[in-house]
């Protein structure tokens, strides 16, 4: 019996220890839980206001000389002298010697021809003369009227007519005898050559090609979109209030800016991309005339263009993203609460838009992009105070109360 008593012994201490567990467990105070109440979503804003808006058309286009020229021999012979700006890249002026081709044989034929020249004249006053005594010697006669070839005017007439060509062969000798020296016919420089000294040429020899640098013209697309913001010039338009156009490109790694005009259209569309090619015009892109430009614009340089176009009032200007597809935009009102405005755009460009309706000076429009965005859902601006986190005790109050010393 004592033994039974004393294997019912080792549970019972297991089984009151498990007690004792629970009950010191249940009366430990609990710690303080922290419920934290979630933050409304932070966004960026833009405040939007009315503005007065030039319209911009985009462009490119690479640069070329209003006047190029492929320069020809009219004359034959050898070259004997060239300008030391006879050379590709080379500067000249209107009027300089560019090339000299031997003259020899354009001066003796100059000097032959005032020689026939001479002997004409001598023959027509031959002429003449026999045709004043056969005029006089008819009339002392009073033989009635005097004959056309009795006075000799056939004879006359053949002089006069060699005399004429005469006149002609040494008009012809002396502009031959010009064409051997080949000026320039405008500022410009020497793009390439095609002959040296010593060379031979013939008639409508190739000589060099050149372009002028008086100014420089880039044809630039321009799509029917583009035309509805511009306003284009017309023939017998003043130059100066063309509109202006600034002309970007890089510059040994650094961009460059240069300024010119759409002085004009070329007045038919392109059957291939259905674009209309407008003209800008650039006055010494060369600085040949003083510091005009920040930098020399080279011909055959691409360039970005910015053309000036048509302006608008109280236009609100917003980065193209932040436009849905279906021309809504979110805005937070007073309450810090979304809304969702339709916008009218009257002009979309590569990185923002113009809106003339849907939006008041002031709206603040939402820049940060939601997934989950909810009409009058909370948010917050940058600035504003986060919420204050409540604290909630779960289970039993501890009693934290602090035991005085005696």
Do not use: C
Not at 151 to 161: G, L, T
Not at 365 to 391: H, I, W
Request: hydrophobic share 40%.
């Amino acid at each position: 019996m004592a033994f039974k008593k004393r294997k019912l012994v080792p549970p019972l201490i297991i089984v009151l220890a498990v007690m004792l567990l629970v009950l010191l467990s249940m009366m430990r105070p609990q710690p303080p839980q922290r419920q934290a109440q979630r933050p409304a979503v932070l966004v960026d804003v833009l405040d939007v206001k009315a503005e007065d808006v030039n319209f911009l058309v985009a462009g490119q286009g690479n640069v070329e000389a209003k006047h190029a020229t492929m320069m020809m021999s009219q004359v034959s012979g050898k070259v004997i002298e060239l300008s030391p700006n006879f050379v590709a890249g080379g500067f000249f002026q209107a009027g300089e010697v560019l090339v000299k081709i031997d003259p020899a044989d354009y001066q003796v034929a100059l000097k032959t021809a005032k020689a026939n020249l001479a002997q004409a004249k001598a023959q027509l006053a031959q002429e003449s003369a026999l045709a004043k005594v056969a005029r006089d010697e008819w009339e002392s006669l009073q033989m009635g009227e005097i004959p056309a070839l009795g006075i000799r005017e056939p004879q006359v007439a053949s002089a006069v007519a060699g005399v004429q060509s005469a006149e002609a062969g040494v008009a012809k000798a002396e502009r031959d005898l010009e064409r051997t020296i080949i000026r320039a016919p405008y500022d410009g420089l020497l793009q390439s050559k095609n002959v040296d000294i010593g060379q031979f040429v013939g008639v409508n020899s190739q000589i060099a090609r050149i372009m002028s640098t008086e100014s420089a013209e880039i044809r630039v697309p321009l799509s029917d979109r583009d035309l509805a913001y511009m306003n284009l010039p017309e023939p017998g338009d003043d130059p100066t209030l063309a509109p202006e156009v600034q002309l970007t490109s890089e510059v040994s790694g650094q961009p460059v800016n240069w300024y010119g005009r759409l002085v004009r259209t070329e007045g038919v569309l392109d059957m291939n991309s259905r674009v209309v090619y407008g003209v800008v015009e650039v006055k010494d892109p060369y600085n040949r005339s003083g510091d005009t430009h920040e930098q020399p614009l080279r011909f055959g340089r691409f360039v970005q263009l910015s053309i000036a176009g048509k302006s608008a009032q109280n236009l609100y200007r917003l980065p193209r993203y932040v436009v849905n597809q279906d021309n809504k935009v979110w805005t937070v009102d007073a309450d810090r609460r979304l809304q969702l405005k339709t916008v009218n755009i009257v002009r979309a460009e590569a990185n923002q838009v113009y809106v003339d309706s849907g939006l008041n000076s002031g709206d603040k429009v939402v820049l940060t992009q939601l997934a989950n965005a909810l009409p009058s859902m909370k948010v917050r601006l940058p600035g504003d105070p986060l919420p204050l986190q409540q604290e909630t005790v779960a289970g039993k109050k501890a009693d934290d109360t602090a035991v005085k010393p005696d």
